[in-house]
């Protein structure tokens, strides 16, 4: 059974477009997170949600734009792509609780922008 | 300010050797977790160990034990007999305690790659 998992693995488009990346987690927890890692790969933080409810917004575009549906599921939309967007975006998610720290990772989607 | 360091860039090894790879962490934080992470050339994250930062006790599972010193703010992993199937790059990662809740988040570190020869 998966755990994390992510939609689209891989993501080729050109720039201006706008494109959306779905995650979706069976593991019954309540906070989920957006992760990118760039080509030197370093990880960084970009949003988390708990229960809906838009928890963290690190210095992001606003040409981002999370949303959740429920709380197992967390999407990406990203409006008018550049090709600095262009890395690897992982979705994790946890338990929103103190001492249950431990976030779990989806596969990644490997978007390139053209 | 949070901040992780791995200074390690790149380790290379060959089969059977020893490797430790080093993680320093900064918080002002009273309770915090670290983390290891393992990034295979697959290209997933999977999650290695946490630790708490009230149990000092080092832990060890098969292969892999980590080394947990809060007077040096480190927190290493090492190897036992490196396999080539450990090549993959390596994160340290921090998350505060204090707060707890949704509101943490993962500080992670650049990353070490390790290349295990046969």
């Known amino acids: 059974d998966t755990a994390v998992s992510q939609t689209p693995k891989y993501l080729v488009t050109q720039m201006g477009n706008d494109k959306s990346i779905k995650c979706e987690q069976n593991?019954?927890?309540?906070?989920m997170y957006w992760y990118k890692q760039d080509s030197k790969k370093f990880l960084k933080i970009m949003f988390s949600?708990?229960?809906?409810?838009?928890?963290i917004n690190e210095t992001v575009p606003n040409r981002f734009s999370p949303k959740s549906p429920d709380k197992a599921h967390l999407n990406l939309h990203i409006n008018s792509l550049e090709l600095g967007d262009s890395a690897v975006y992982f979705c994790?998610?946890?338990?929103?609780?103190?001492?249950?720290?431990?976030?779990?990772f989806g596969p990644g989607t490997r978007l390139l922008v053209l | 300010a949070q901040k992780v360091t791995q200074a390690q860039t790149e380790i290379s090894v060959v089969e059977k050797e020893d490797v430790t790879l080093d993680c320093v962490y900064e918080?002002?934080?009273?309770?915090?977790?670290l983390f290891w992470y393992k990034q295979p050339p697959s290209g997933e994250l999977v999650f290695l160990i946490r630790?708490?930062?009230?149990?000092?006790q080092n832990e060890i599972s098969g292969r892999y034990s980590w080394n947990f010193q809060k007077s040096t703010s480190s927190f290493n992993f090492t190897i036992t007999a490196s396999q080539v199937v450990d090549s993959a790059v390596y994160f340290c990662?921090?998350?505060?305690?204090?707060?707890?809740?949704?509101?943490?988040?993962?500080?992670f570190g650049t990353g070490t790659l390790l290349a295990v020869q046969p």
């Open positions: 949600y708990n229960n809906k409810e838009l928890i």
């Open positions: 593991l019954g927890h309540d906070t």
């Open positions: 994790a998610s946890r338990l929103g609780q103190r001492g249950l720290e431990t976030q779990y």
């Open positions: 918080t002002r934080d009273t309770t915090y977790y």
């Open positions: 990662a921090l998350s505060e305690g204090n707060y707890g809740g949704a509101t943490n988040k993962l500080i």
């Open positions: 630790r708490n930062s009230f149990d000092e």
